[in-house]
């Protein structure tokens, strides 16, 4: 079913902003642009390198958490050089088995999940996958999560002693056992308390993985950010349901489990957009990532990259493939520098 949403350049040469339509922030450059570039290079004058904070990305485009196992899996599906980064999957201070089958089910336009953060455990990763990482140019982040602060301290703790990450990414959509089972995310007291301790260990650049299922997004990403997270990424799945009529049950073993793919861009792209405005550090989006033009949507509400995580469902190579056609695509619509897109919404009315 999600097969056919992928992105291929055939459909990138039916796109609106390839019939005429430009964005607005290009327009300046059009004349510029034809004037310089012979047609046959308009995609090698494109750059689109990004920053995020101190990390400078070749393109904007990375893989996302937990959909993209531990990066070296995929390794002979797809050249790994040609992502802006890699996300491993979620990493724990003890191996985790992870949720009872079934895990994943589809919906009509997304995916409902229920893994349970099953994972190899931190010392596993920083032991057998880390090594085979190292041999790759894109930036590596880890993924971390806990039940308690302490938790998340200790996987850091253990990171900052291995060589070959650019960052770590901080899953706050876990539940505080020490506080009743309440998500870290969905407090900011509590978003302060695990940023906090997260930045006084970590030396590298620490970003912050908002849920999106909160009443204010903006005030959680001004929390995460005043306890010193380096970039915002946004979001996690959504909390949802889907029930086989015939048996009466879930259709997935945790009965309810996150919803992710195509449903979720619209709401997450407000989101984006919500807490880009109310924070200074650069934000990451991610929610139903297939074509270059969900890239440059999420790019002109406030993202500086995007992440992909159930298009790699669909289609191993996804991530490479939607750099290859966020190239052609820019090319076609003139934009010679995709971060000139971040930020640049139009909005007639307040
Ligand atoms: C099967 C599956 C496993 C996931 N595991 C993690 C995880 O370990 N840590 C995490 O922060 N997010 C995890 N996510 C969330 C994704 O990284 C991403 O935030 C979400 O799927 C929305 O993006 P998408 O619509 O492109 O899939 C998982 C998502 C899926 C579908």
Redesign the pocket.
């Known amino acids: 079913m999600l097969a056919h949403r992928m992105p291929v350049p055939k459909r990138v040469m039916r796109d609106s902003c390839l019939t005429g339509q430009v964005f607005p922030q290009s327009r300046r450059r059009r004349s510029h642009a034809r004037a310089k570039i012979p047609a046959v290079t308009v995609s090698a004058a494109v750059d689109l390198s990004v920053e995020v904070g101190a990390l400078r990305l070749s393109n904007p485009v990375i893989a996302?958490?937990?959909?993209f196992g531990y990066g070296v899996e995929f390794a002979h599906l797809l050249d790994l050089n040609r992502l802006g980064g890699i996300?491993v999957?979620?990493l724990s201070l003890e191996p985790m088995a992870g949720a009872a089958a079934p895990?994943?089910c589809e919906t009509p336009s997304?995916?409902l999940?229920a893994?349970g953060?099953q994972?190899i455990g931190v010392r596993a990763f920083v032991a057998e996958k880390l090594p085979a990482l190292r041999a790759y140019r894109t930036h590596v982040i880890a993924?971390v999560?806990g039940y308690s602060v302490e938790e998340y301290v200790g996987v850091i703790r253990i990171l900052e002693e291995a060589e070959g990450l650019a960052g770590y990414?901080l899953?706050i959509?876990c539940p505080n056992t020490a506080h009743g089972g309440l998500q870290f995310g969905s407090d900011p007291q509590m978003v302060s308390e695990v940023v906090g301790a997260a930045r006084r260990a970590a030396r590298r650049p620490l970003w912050v993985?908002l849920s999106p299922n909160v009443t204010d997004i903006a005030l959680i990403a001004r929390a995460a950010e005043n306890a010193g997270a380096d970039a915002l990424t946004v979001?996690?799945?959504y909390q949802a349901m889907s029930v086989d009529i015939q048996t009466r049950k879930s259709r997935i073993g945790r009965v309810t489990g996150?919803l992710?793919?195509p449903a979720?861009?619209p709401i997450t792209i407000r989101l984006v957009y919500e807490a880009s405005r109310a924070v200074k550090i650069p934000i990451v989006g991610?929610?139903?990532?297939e074509t270059p033009e969900d890239v440059m949507e999420y790019l002109i509400v406030g993202a500086r990259a995007v992440?992909?995580?159930?298009?790699n469902?669909a289609r191993p190579d996804a991530c490479q493939r939607l750099v290859e056609a966020l190239e052609i695509a820019c090319g076609k619509c003139k934009i010679n520098d995709i971060s000139s897109l971040t930020a640049s919404l139009q909005v007639d009315c307040s």
């Open positions: 996302a958490s937990g959909t996300v999957k979620g895990r994943l997304g995916m999940n893994v953060l994972n993924n999560f990414e899953n959509s993985k979001a996690n799945t996150g992710s793919g979720i861009k991610l929610g139903g990532v992440q992909v995580g159930t298009a469902f």
